[in-house]
């Protein structure tokens, strides 16, 4: 149960329960002066302890130095009798989880148009020299403007980041994981890379790539980056997501994108190829109107509508510089 329900933190009063995390409970609040709603995270009971709160610290330190258009907005930190309190910017919308949970796999258009956006973040984090390491469907909103924000820096580690997490231990979410991480491994830059690749998976197909009965085959599948192809699961896939999504999740580190700078490239080159879509969650769950773009329209057969495309585009500029376009051949002779 919600425990400060009603509390007021500061000038913010809690109005609403959002939910409980593993560092604690979330809120939405309202700041009783200027009437901004914010999203306020409390480190509560059991989590009290000296690591817990170092790690707390750690993660308002790390969102404070970040400001990207696709990255909720850290605003303040508190206390509330001994709690600890993150003030955050709030995001409504639905998570990526939501929207699979209700749609299955996304629209191409609108699976590359939030990856892009996540990508972007991500190489922007990296530039700060700050891994996430918990990059998954949950911690990505797509608000009610349309918005892709990247949530949740609760493990992040950062260069200036003391050393929160004891050789050997693994941190994070067990499907999502690396190879290295597995291992037991620090997670770097190239460990976020590995996620990103699951999470485009999951976007295009509607299930992560491992899959197993049980932790210890989950595992075993990672460890040897076992998986379906997406072509598999979901047919006629463009050749340039399968690719992405293969190097992305290449077992050796060294095999995967050098730089998220480098995977948002490809990413940005894929994006050319559609009409990138308006956003917005106000279907609740449903595709809205402005999602269906021509690609979209097409489904998965958009490679043929792009052959047509180019087809009646050759004749009509052959036709408009005076060539004749190609002969053809009448069905009359067909029937000699």
């Known amino acids: 149960m919600p425990s400060l329900l009603n509390a007021a933190i500061g000038d913010y009063r809690l109005v609403d ?6 560092m604690g409970e979330v809120y ?40 990207h258009r696709h990255i909720a907005t850290l605003y303040d930190f508190l206390e509330f009798q001994g709690q600890p309190c993150i003030i955050m910017e709030y995001v409504d919308g639905q998570t990526l989880f939501e929207r699979l949970q209700a749609c299955g ?9 939030v990856f892009q956006a996540v990508v972007e973040a991500i190489s922007y984090i990296h530039e700060q020299q700050i891994v996430h390491r918990d990059i998954k469907s949950t911690n990505i909103k797509v608000n009610t403007a349309g918005e892709v924000k990247l949530l949740d820096f609760g493990i992040a580690k950062a260069v200036f980041s003391q050393n929160l997490t004891v050789t050997g231990n693994v941190v994070g979410t067990l499907q999502y994981l690396s190879p290295e991480q597995i291992q037991g491994k620090a997670a770097d830059a190239r460990s976020d890379i590995w996620s990103l690749g699951i999470l485009l998976y999951e ?9 197993p009965q049980d932790s ?7 460890s040897h980056a076992e998986y379906t192809p997406p072509s598999a699961v979901r047919s006629a896939l463009p050749r340039g997501v399968e690719a992405i999504i293969s190097r ?62 180019v087809l009646v585009f050759v004749l009509a500029l052959g036709m408009y510089v005076g060539y004749p376009p190609p002969p053809v051949r009448s069905n009359r002779h067909l029937a000699l």
């Open 105 to 113: 796999y996304l629209p191409l258009a609108e699976a590359i148009a």
């Open 17 to 22: 329960f959002l939910g409980a995390g593993g």
């Open 248 to 309: 992305c999740l290449e077992k050796n580190p060294f095999h995967r994108y050098p730089s998220a700078q480098a995977l948002l490239a490809d990413v940005q080159h894929l994006a050319r190829m559609f009409s990138m879509p308006q956003l917005d969650v106000s279907g609740h769950g449903k595709p809205a109107a402005g999602w269906k773009t021509a690609f979209a329209v097409a489904g998965d057969n958009w490679p043929i509508t792009l052959s047509a495309i």
């Open 28 to 67: 939405r609040g309202v700041h009783s002066k200027i009437g901004r709603v914010v999203a306020i995270k409390v480190l509560t009971g059991i989590h009290r302890h000296t690591a817990a709160v170092e790690r707390f610290l750690n993660e308002a330190r790390i969102q404070a130095r970040l400001q």
């Open 203 to 211: 976007m295009v197909t509607g299930q992560c790539p491992f899959k």
């Open 216 to 222: 210890a085959e989950l595992l075993l599948q990672v």
